[in-house]
Nanobody
Framework: QVQLAESGGDSVQAGGSLRLSCAAS?????????MAWFRQAPGKEREVVST????????YYADSVKGRFAVSRDNVKNTLYLQMNSLKPEDTATYYC??????????????????WGQGTQVTVSS
């Protein structure tokens, strides 16, 4: 059974950096499908941060994080990373990674993703 586990969340000051990890068990990140990072702040809907097409490495970033966040992966460790730089208070949220193992593409909404991690909290203070 596929499982995803995020780690790396923390409390930082504005302008700081964090790297989140999403380790996939029972799934090869060098395989087909799409992995994505979403985030959800209190009282808000879950929103996409980035999507990463596993077969091509094609990456999408939300406008709010473009130029500050970067996705990478390690296929040996079956892990996807989210490097977050120049963090802002509005980046405060619970961050989730998600996996869609089908070849249909990378959705920017949560619905098509059958596998989710438990989330990791990122808090950015001003």
């Amino acid at each position: 059974q596929v499982q995803l586990a995020e780690s790396g969340g923390d409390s930082v000051q504005a302008g700081g950096s964090l790297r989140l990890s999403c380790a996939a068990s029972s799934y090869n990140t060098g395989n087909q499908g799409c992995m994505a990072w979403f985030r959800q702040a209190p009282g808000k809907e879950r929103e996409v941060v980035s999507t990463f097409w596993l077969s091509t490495s094609w990456t999408y970033y939300a406008d709010s994080v473009k130029g500050r966040f970067a996705v990478s992966r390690d296929n040996v460790k079956n892990t996807l990373y989210l490097q977050m730089n120049s963090l802002k208070p509005e980046d405060t949220a619970t961050y989730y990674c998600a996996l869609d193992p089908t070849v249909g593409g990378c959705s920017r909404v949560p619905g098509p993703y059958p596998y989710w991690g438990q989330g990791t909290q990122v808090t950015v203070s001003s």
